[in-house]
């Protein structure tokens, strides 16, 4: 079936005719197999057969555009340098001729936008324009400073975020933005009527929010069918006439980072803009699927053709689309099945969902499409690869990203039946491709017997009887899922790329997909006793580490394991409580002390006054367990952390040093928590590398073995 072609399938055919010995006397560096660009927010023109996206070539971000028949990638923007700036929101103006763009990070709570280089000029987060023809196409045009721009169908101006507040600035002329109106709280999901009269927003003020709609011509501002609970995600009619949202009740005492199966039902809720007339034509039933879960992306809602709803649902334990009708009525069963969807979004007219989801191969991602009245869906890609982001053209093309377990993330095309990478000229030419390994699908047993699944990754030259030292790696989130491939997302993308190169130098690689991750289902997800409600992932920890241990090819004195994020609260938490098992550990930004991370996401948490709450999220830290840790660890940290504070690893490093334990450090200053320097990305990675081979290669003594 031409329509579901392997991407570069001549490459991958000349990979299985190069011998395994070959392989094996070859070796690569960290520099070749961080080389590869990475592809981000891919879009598509609404009225033209254009898309664009971003890539990031070793730190250096960049547009490219590809536009029908030919569709051959062009970069459009000439940023050179490895500046940490990111470049994020794309959205083409109405005509296709130009494109509007973010440069630069968010805030923190302080207001500082990340300067990961320490620039003494300090940094910016900024809305661009470049034309992508005429006079002065190429050239890149600051129009003001801000965040989440939305065009106007007319083409004549783009509104933003600034502090909270919405924002205009003219796209015909060189005025200086102006502020539209004043709320209170703070302004987001930013929507366009179609005919550009007025502007749907979010207000969120807290414990609650609002839909809010701004009249352009009579300068009129309104709330619609206000409540106490959380109003979200506001989609318009086609004509404009009506508002659809999604409609969440207020659960207080829900604190992050703790399991929630089941809660207050949410709804869909329309509004007739004019009226003010509201009804709710939909709502989740009680148990399995009554707290709301979102897809990828920012859009949860959206309106199809024939006034049909789609959005996406857990009723049967897995994160499935449905539709319903706007006049109310049962909702249709979209994709059924045990599988969850991801990327999602709408053919032009309107009648169709092109979407991502694991169906029928749980750790990849592949795409399909569904009418969305219903039917059968139908797969618009297979195999052995991994496909993701999917975006449709005016003329009906889908544009994806796709990687394999060789092939790093490219942006692709389907034009009738046949893919085509957009920009295959920008691998570079020492990719080492073919020295990589394909990992294997293993599923082994937590401690407590849950089934777990990971990727196994061993050695291209692994020979018969020999015992080679292991690593266990643990992703962030816990809401990720580790494929058979390089990832869909930037900071796994490069963790993917460790485990390789880990596995290229003799190391028996296993990623861990440990309970409270995505991909199989509710109840996993939303495990019991997760996280800071006891700590249940350790079972998995403990579980993969005697999997290693139980393997004849492994050495049982030499497993270490690694992770980012949760992974590294995972990490710390296996060498708190396990360093009989695990000899040594890398911890990138790890949690250490549960209270004080819920703090960073709830300020108003106070382990005081939920004192009960509080110890049980202790005990389910590595902090409760520090005086058992006797194995030597490398922790590496940004001292911008957003996610993680930083002072999660200073104060793990003081309680290690008083206890004698070996710690070493690698600081970045000024670094947030998914590094934004390739450089950074090579420093970690190297040290972690480095660290592994010092403490996993060499047989162990009687100094430090257990």
């Given at each position: ?454 990727q196994l990754f061993l050695p291209a030259d692994l020979k018969p009887g020999e015992k080679r030292p292991a690593v266990l790696f643990f992703h962030g989130g816990s809401r990720r899922q ?225």
């Amino acid at each position: 079936m031409s329509g579901i072609l392997r991407p570069w399938a001549l490459c991958a055919a000349w990979l299985l005719a190069v011998p395994v010995q070959l392989q094996s006397q070859e070796r690569f560096t960290l520099e070749q197999i961080l080389k590869a660009p990475f592809p981000s927010e891919l879009v598509a023109a609404a009225k033209v057969d254009k898309v664009a996206w971003v890539q990031n070539a070793e730190g250096v971000r960049n547009i490219w555009v590809a536009g029908g028949p030919a569709y051959q990638g062009v970069q459009v923007t000439r940023y050179g340098e490895d500046d940490g700036q990111e470049i994020s929101a794309l959205e083409f103006t109405p005509d296709g001729r130009g494109l509007v763009y973010v440069r630069g990070g968010g805030p923190n709570r302080q207001g500082e936008i990340p300067n990961p280089t320490s620039d003494p000029q300090g940094a910016e987060q900024a809305i661009w324009l470049v034309w992508l023809e005429g006079p002065n196409a190429g050239a890149p045009r600051k129009l003001a400073e801000g965040s989440s721009p939305a065009v106007s169908p007319k083409g004549d101006q783009v509104v933003f975020l600034r502090r909270g507040q919405v924002w205009s600035v003219s796209l015909i002329d060189s005025a200086p933005a102006k502020q539209l109106f004043t709320i209170r709280g703070s302004a987001g999901s930013l929507e366009f009527s179609p005919d550009a009269s007025a502007l749907a927003f979010v207000s969120n003020r807290g414990d609650h929010s609002f839909i809010g709609v701004y009249e352009f011509r009579s300068q009129r501002l309104r709330y619609l069918d206000p409540s106490v609970d959380r109003d979200r995600n506001p989609v318009w009619s086609p004509d404009g006439r009506r508002i659809a949202f999604i409609r969440v009740p207020n659960f207080r005492d829900q604190l992050p980072f703790m399991p929630r199966r089941e809660g207050l039902p949410w709804s869909i809720r329309v509004v007739d803009v004019r009226t003010g007339e509201a009804r709710e034509v939909w709502k989740a039933a009680e148990g399995k699927g009554s707290v709301f879960q979102g897809i990828a992306g920012g859009r949860q809602l959206f309106w199809g053709a024939n006034d049909r709803l789609v959005f996406p649902w857990e009723r049967t334990g897995w994160l499935n689309l449905y539709s319903v009708s706007v006049r109310g009525g049962p909702a249709t069963h979209l994709t059924p099945g045990e599988f969850e969807v991801e990327h999602v979004t709408l053919t032009p007219d309107g009648r169709e969902v092109v979407y991502s989801s694991n169906q029928g191969d749980i750790d990849r991602r592949h795409l399909w499409r569904v009418p969305v009245s219903g039917g059968r869906p139908q797969p618009v890609t297979a195999g052995r690869g991994i496909e993701w982001s999917p975006v449709v053209t005016a003329d009906g093309t889908i544009a994806f990203f796709a990687s394999d377990a060789r092939t790093p993330a490219h942006a692709e095309v389907l034009v009738n039946g046949t893919r085509k990478a957009l920009a295959p000229g920008t691998m570079p030419a020492d990719f080492p491709s073919r020295l990589l390994v394909e990992p294997t699908q293993v599923i082994f047993s937590g401690a407590d017997g849950m089934k777990i699944h990971g990727q196994l990754f061993l050695p291209a030259d692994l020979k018969p009887g020999e015992k080679r030292p292991a690593v266990l790696f643990f992703h962030g989130g816990s809401r990720r899922q580790m494929l058979l491939g390089f990832h869909y997302l930037g900071y796994y993308h490069n963790a993917y790329a460790l485990n390789q190169y880990l596995a290229s130098q003799g190391y028996i690689v296993l990623s861990v997909n440990y309970r409270s991750g995505t991909g199989y289902g509710l109840e996993f997800r939303e495990a019991l006793n997760y996280g800071a409600r006891g700590a249940s992932e350790f079972n998995d920890v403990l579980g993969a580490g005697l999997y290693l241990r139980s393997r004849p090819d492994v050495d049982p004195e030499r497993i270490g394991l690694w992770g980012g994020s949760y992974g590294g609260y995972l990490t710390a938490l296996g060498l708190a409580r396990a360093s009989d098992l695990f000899a040594a550990g890398v911890d990138l930004h790890g949690v250490h002390d549960w209270n004080q991370v819920i703090r960073n996401f709830v300020p108003s948490y106070d382990p005081q006054q939920r004192a009960e709450v509080a110890r049980l999220a202790f005990e389910s830290s590595p902090m409760a367990w520090v005086d058992g840790w006797r194995s030597p660890v490398l922790v590496i940290h940004g001292d911008d952390d957003r996610n993680v504070p930083f002072s999660e690893t200073v104060d793990l490093v003081e309680a290690l040093r008083r206890r004698g334990v070996e710690v070493e450090q690698l600081v970045f200053p000024d670094e947030v928590h998914g590094f934004l320097l390739h450089r950074s990305w090579l420093a970690a990675y190297r040290a972690a590398a480095d660290f592994f081979d010092r403490k996993l290669k060499a047989k162990p003594t009687a100094a430090n073995s257990k």
